[in-house]
T-cell receptor, first 114, second 110 residues
Framework: NAGVTQTPKFQVLKTGQSMTLQCAQD?????MYWYRQDPGMGLRLIYY???????DKGEVPNGYNVSRLNKREFSLRLESAAPSQTSVYFC?????????????FGPGTRLTVL | QKEVEQNSGPLSVPEGAIASLNCTYS??????FFWYRQYSGKSPELIMS????GDKEDGRFTAQLNKASQYVSLLIRDSQPSDSATYLC??????????FGKGTRLSVIA
């Protein structure tokens, strides 16, 4: 089992460029999440998908879009990247959306926007 | 926005000592509480979860929960240099599946 995988591992963009971060899980989990982590700010939830076919905004959704492609895959898109989006992005998954469910994290994508 | 507060540290303890990490949360209705460990440059991994008042032990780790005081702590006994990491407290809050604290950086000195 690979668990949660993310691609790419590193990315450098110029302001205004777009890109999609990919996430896949092989644990048959129903819920998936996208977080960003900035120095001194902790992990902040961008969007999540409680189950296939649903998506909801988290704490910091502005500037991002998501797609739950199927049960395994959940992508995060930056339509017009800004330097403020320089961060480490983590995808996570859990069996269900409730607070009793452990979240498993992917290795992260380190994004720099120049 | 409901909050989860942690001291940022660094918390330095000598090898073999007990490390005590603390977390307070603002959402009184939260029912589950998690501690994640994050090594530098790596992703968070769950080390403890606790749902009831009192203590929960797992090996060298003990989580303590006091819902009346809205306080959860993590004790690491016989601390090892390999325990040096950032420890994140996480609590479900309202519609947010998990709200994370900013983390406490622990340094275990050999």
């Amino acid at each position: 089992n690979a668990g949660v995988t993310q691609t790419p591992k590193f990315q450098v963009l110029k302001t205004g460029q777009s890109m999609t971060l990919q996430c896949a899980q092989d644990m048959n989990h129903n819920s998936m999440y996208w977080y960003r982590q900035d120095p001194g700010m902790g992990l902040r939830l961008i969007y999540y998908s409680a189950s296939e076919g649903t998506t909801d905004k988290g704490e910091v959704p502005n500037g991002y879009n998501v797609s739950r492609l199927n049960k395994r895959e959940f992508s995060l898109r930056l339509e017009s990247a800004a330097p403020s989006q320089t961060s480490v992005y983590f995808c996570a998954s859990s069996e269900g959306p409730g607070g009793y469910n452990e979240q498993f994290f992917g290795p992260g994508t380190r994004l720099t926007v120049l | 926005q409901k909050e989860v507060e942690q001291n940022s540290g660094p918390l330095s303890v000598p090898e073999g000592a007990i490390a005590s990490l603390n977390c307070t949360y603002s959402d009184r209705v939260s029912q589950s509480f998690f501690w994640y460990r994050q090594y530098s440059g790596k992703s968070p991994e769950l080390i403890m979860s606790i749902y009831s008042n009192g203590d929960k032990e797992d090996g060298r780790f003990t989580a303590q929960l006091n819902k009346a005081s809205q306080y959860v702590s993590l004790l690491i006994r016989d601390s090892q240099p390999s325990d040096s990491a950032t420890y994140l407290c996480a609590v479900p809050s309202g519609n947010t599946p998990l709200v994370f604290g900013k983390g406490t950086r622990l340094s275990v000195i050999a």
